[in-house]
């Protein structure tokens, strides 16, 4: 595993960049777009895995990052005891009915032989099942979500640790992976990706609409964390003694920097545990198949190797990862905010990190993770400056000076596909190329 | 071998960055003639066809159309030269009715080919009674019809046919044969691939023998059948 | 008559705007459905090229509007039309010209051409925003209804409303006017002919002279005025606002692939499959069933089999089920 003089220097180049944000715009700032580089370099490790290693075309990651953002939530936050004496043993039944339901229709199928008499039986159980399911589901919703609608009206979660939530975000969006995986991966590749892209939409759908899940658009905030809090560090005194010794004074801004460094450790530790295990995984036998499946399907299958059954591992391997970073970013936030889950920021961005980067390369995932999350971040402000000396020669108040100006914000997602285009164009392989 | 009318000589090429596949081949065809190219399965007859309709790239060798030097032309502007190709396999508009394949044929034509039309279902009548019908729902033969049909709607003064006669039935083999002798007395000269080498050969004014892309044996049809090698090794004794 | 005002009241919620919400998907289905058949790959920018259309032809709207130039009773967007396709097939023609061509040279994997059409929605999106921004725009302007649900109460005398507003009208008729040139256009045209000549094979198409360049361009610019309606159409119908197009994607795409990608005739089964399985699925029936049935078996729910926030879960669905029994879609779709 050598890297070379070049891709350290890319690196560090980025390195430098990320710094030299501290420099100008505080280290609040440089800190911040660290810890979302590192969440994003391991939501493209994890793409990456998809894409790179096994041409499996996922545009679905924004539902497996929220699948993690949802395991923070169930695991850290408090169990909402009331809502649970109210509803919680119906609810139970409703979704151990529902499950029960697709199960004994699947048995059906497979038990029957095909014909009308087959589908009548599928059809008059799915109603039935569906009715049965909306007897029980309804009247819990409603009791679980009236027990203090302003705070809870959700079931809450296990009051377990936070960190407990990167493993069970991960395990969440295997399980739907695998789900999906048993139904889709057989499909093209254009068809692989609207199916995930529409799975994602119905994730983040089901999240939103949920509220004795999630709370729904309500956001569920203060989620428990695995560092300590700002106040608390503030009130410690050998905390500030500390500070003190390094140079800072200021107490808010050395607890803030203290809060998001321990964050930007724990992200390091995930990110270097993840990415050792897939560089072992890309130069194991098992890695050398993959990249043969992905370049020869047909060859490989020749060779007696089980295609889909490769597919379906890699898919939700991948998927799971990007489970545990959706955890992760959440368990930073402190909040789930679905209103915020958007396919072009959780998706379309990631896909950016891992084509310009480089797909197939581990490291240059990575790295593309780090360079469009910091471009995505400062494209803004510098967009701003750009404008501000554009429409300088313009008078002030005039219509399209204001226009201009006002719509910088706007400038990344053209900027971001630009780049996408550019790289694509004039260097397929990535920053980092395949070994 | 008085001035051919069309000629690929010593073509030596494959496909993309690939091996070789034509090694040293020659194929030429004169006015209003039958040309037939024989050979095994793999032989690279195909690849001769299309070397000679320029869509494989020769770093050896030249084609010359009646006199003019064609090796560099890309195969519309063949077309527009004369030559009409009907491909091995995917020679038809499947979706498409076996009118709007005749007429597709004649695309690259400003003038009106009304006449032709009436020409080609003249040769192959069956074609103008299921003209409105979609050209993927006929049999084998008329498929090949079609494909035959709408080469031939550009008015060529060279039909190339690689195996016209693939997967049809004997009665129907015939048929096509005399249409093909039909159309090589009209005028145009012929260039075919053919897998059933003896009827073909009977036909042939001139033959070619391909093995591993070079040329084996050349000469009349008559004499290639009378050629006790040929027989033994390539018309099945 | 209780029976006549449960049929009133599901015409109003379900079957009317399921036309035409069928009609705009059959569209923008069409659309999708073209470059499939053509350039041979799913193209990520279409919701965004409806987004695009939509905006300039407001914009003019607007301008229109605001000269005091207007079609009466029929919105203003109508006359601005023109322009926004002419705006659309500029943006994708520069597009294919400067973007698509390059990997059409280079004879890339369909997968490819889907990634650097992810790049382009990218870059429409954000043009979009730039231009005209992320809010919601209203530009429907002209009489809003054809028969209000009042006038209809007080025509018939029943006791539910039959609403059918101008823009399901326009909608409605717009669709089978542009189905109708586009199928006479393909079928009879030597030019429509041409295009399904290259999508049914194109080896045989370059052999028979036909110049592919040329029929890409003619797509594209089909292309953007299918959209440009679409978008419209869609606009005037539930107003604009650019992430709803780009949400349209999903719905568009279960339209295509249901009805076979690369068929039209599929595309347009597809588009209204697609939305009256949203439409019914979502809707509440309980004032229907208010009418049907006897007053003490009267539903106290809404009666709704699924929220309308889960609309996309139907399509999908229908999707999903599709694909798996029937790969090639409804109509036989071309999967070369
Ligand atoms: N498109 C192609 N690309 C690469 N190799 C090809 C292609 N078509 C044919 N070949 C190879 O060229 C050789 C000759 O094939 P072909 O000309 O089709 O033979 P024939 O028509 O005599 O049966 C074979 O070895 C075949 O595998
Ligand atoms: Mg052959």
């Known amino acids: 595993m050598s890297i070379s003089m070049r891709n350290i220097t890319l690196f560090l180049i980025v390195g430098a960049l990320i710094f030299g944000s501290g420099f100008v715009q505080g280290w609040n700032t440089a800190l911040l777009i660290l810890n979302m580089g590192l969440i994003s370099a391991i939501m493209a490790l994890g793409v990456n895995l998809q894409w790179g290693f096994a041409g499996l075309f996922n545009i679905g990651v924004m539902g497996f990052v929220a699948l993690g953002g949802l395991a923070a939530v169930l695991v850290s936050m408090p169990p909402t005891t009331e809502a649970w004496a109210v509803g919680g043993l119906r609810m139970g039944i409703a979704l151990l009915t529902g499950v029960a339901t697709i199960v004994g229709a699947g048995n059906l199928y497979r038990r029957m032989a095909p014909g009308n008499k087959r589908t009548l039986a599928m059809i008059v159980f799915l109603i039935g099942g569906f009715l049965l399911f909306r007897f029980l589901f309804d009247p819990a919703v409603l009791a679980i979500e009236k027990v203090n609608p302003a705070g809870t009206g959700y079931l809450g979660g296990l009051g377990l640790p936070v960190l407990l939530a990167w493993p069970v975000g991960g395990l969440f969006a295997a399980g739907a992976a695998w789900v999906i995986g048993k139904t889709a991966l057989g499909l093209r590749s254009d068809y692989l990706a609207i199916a995930t892209l529409g799975i994602a939409e119905i994730i983040i759908a089901i999240m939103k609409n949920e509220d004795w899940l999630t709370r729904g658009v309500k956001n569920v905030v203060g989620i428990p964390r695995p560092v300590p809090y700002e106040v608390d560090l503030q009130a410690s005194e050998a905390f500030l003694n500390r500070a003190a010794s390094f140079g800072f004074h200021d107490p808010v801004m050395a607890s803030t920097l203290y809060v998001k460094l321990a964050y930007a450790g724990l992200f390091a530790v995930v990110l270097v545990i993840l990415l050792w295990l897939a560089e072992k995984a890309l130069n194991s036998p098992w890695g050398r198949m993959m990249r043969a499946i992905r370049d020869n399907e047909i060859a490989a299958e020749a060779m007696g190797k089980d295609v889909t059954a490769r597919h379906l591992q890699i898919f939700i391997l991948g998927s799971a990862i990007c489970g545990i970073a959706g955890a992760m970013m959440t368990t930073m936030d402190s909040q789930l905010t679905l209103g915020t889950y958007q396919p072009l920021r959780f998706t379309f961005l990631i896909w950016v990190m891992v084509i310009v980067g480089g797909s197939g390369n581990n490291w240059g995932a990575v790295l593309g993770g780090f360079l469009i999350w910091f471009l995505w971040v400062e494209v803004e402000p510098m967009g701003a400056k750009l404008m501000e000396l554009i429409t300088a020669p313009l008078n002030d108040g005039y219509w399209l000076k204001d226009h201009l100006q006002n719509s910088v914000a706007h400038m990344r997602l053209l900027t971001m596909g630009l780049i996408l285009i550019l790289v694509l164009r004039f260097s397929p392989k990535g920053l980092i190329p395949e070994k | ?237 | 008559m209780e029976f006549l005002n449960a049929f009133v009241a599901f015409s109003n919620f379900v079957i009317v705007p399921a036309i035409a919400y069928g009609s705009q998907l059959a569209l923008g289905a069409l659309g999708v459905t073209l470059i499939y058949g053509i350039l041979r790959f799913s193209n990520f920018a279409h919701g965004d090229t409806m987004a695009f259309g939509a905006m300039v032809t407001i914009l003019v709207t607007w301008w229109f509007q605001s000269m005091g130039i207007n079609l009466g009773p029929m919105p203003t967007a109508l006359l601005a039309l023109p322009f926004g396709i002419a705006g659309a097939a500029l943006l994708v023609l520069a597009t294919d010209r400067m973007v698509y061509r390059f990997y059409r040279a280079q004879k890339a994997a369909p997968v490819i051409l889907v990634i650097v059409s992810m790049g382009v929605m990218f870059v429409m999106n954000g043009l979009v925003r730039f231009i005209i921004g992320p809010d919601g725009q209203q530009f429907a302007d002209g009489e809003r209804f054809i028969i209000s649900a009042r006038n209809f109460k007080t025509m018939t005398g029943l006791s539910e409303g039959l609403a059918f507003r101008t823009s399901q009208a326009i909608t409605i008729v717009t669709a089978v006017i542009v189905v109708a040139l586009l199928f006479w256009f393909l079928n009879k045209t030597r030019t429509g002919k041409s295009m399904r000549a290259f999508s049914d094979n194109e080896d045989l198409a370059l052999l028979s002279g036909i110049n592919p360049e040329r029929v890409v361009a003619y797509t594209w610019i089909i292309v953007a005025a299918l959209a440009t309606i679409a978008g419209v159409l869609y606009g005037l119908d539930k107003g604009f606002k650019p992430f709803t197009y780009f949400q349209l994607l999903l719905p568009i795409f279960a339209s295509a692939i249901v009805g076979g990608l690369g068929n039209p005739l599929g595309a347009i089964a597809g588009g209204f499959v697609i939305a009256f399985s949203e439409v019914t699925v979502t809707y509440a029936y309980k004032k229907v069933l208010i009418y049907l049935l006897p007053e003490s078996l009267e539903p106290s729910t809404l009666v709704q089999l699924l929220s309308t926030d889960y609309k996309f879960a139907v399509s999908f669905a229908i999707l999903i089920i599709v694909l798996l029994f029937k790969p090639t879609g409804l109509f036989k779709g071309n999967t070369a």
Do not use: W
Not at chain 2, 20 to 41: F, M, Q, R, W, Y
């Open chain 2, 1 to 237: 071998m008085s001035n051919p009318f069309l000629i690929g000589e010593n073509m030596t090429g494959g496909y993309g960055r690939g091996a070789d596949i034509l090694h040293d081949c020659t194929i030429s065809v004169a006015k209003g003639e039958i040309a037939v190219i024989v050979g095994p399965n793999g032989a690279g007859k195909s690849t001769a066809m299309k070397a000679v309709f320029g869509m494989l790239n020769l770093h050896k060798g030249s084609v010359r159309l009646d006199g003019e030097d064609i090796t560099k032309l890309a195969p519309q502007a063949r077309v527009a030269k004369g030559m009409g190709f009907v491909p091995q396999t995917q020679n038809i508009f499947t979706s498409m009715t076996v009118e709007e394949n005749l007429e597709m044929g004649a695309f690259i034509r400003t003038d009106d080919f009304s006449n032709t039309l009436s020409q080609v279902y003249d040769l192959f009548p069956i074609l103008k009674e299921k003209r409105y019908q979609a050209a993927g729902e006929l049999s084998g033969g008329q498929r090949q019809q079609v494909a035959v049909g709408r080469a031939l709607m550009t008015k060529p003064k060279l039909l190339m046919l690689d195996e016209p006669t693939a997967g049809v039935s004997p009665i129907v083999m015939d048929e096509l044969f005399d249409r093909i002798i039909e159309v090589a007395r009209s005028g145009i000269s012929i260039l075919m691939v053919e897998q059933n080498a003896r009827q073909a050969l009977e036909i042939a004014d001139k033959g070619y023998v391909l093995v591993q892309g070079r040329n084996r044996f050349t000469d009349s049809g008559k004499a290639l059948l009378a050629d006790p090698e040929v027989r033994k090794s390539f018309l099945g004794g």
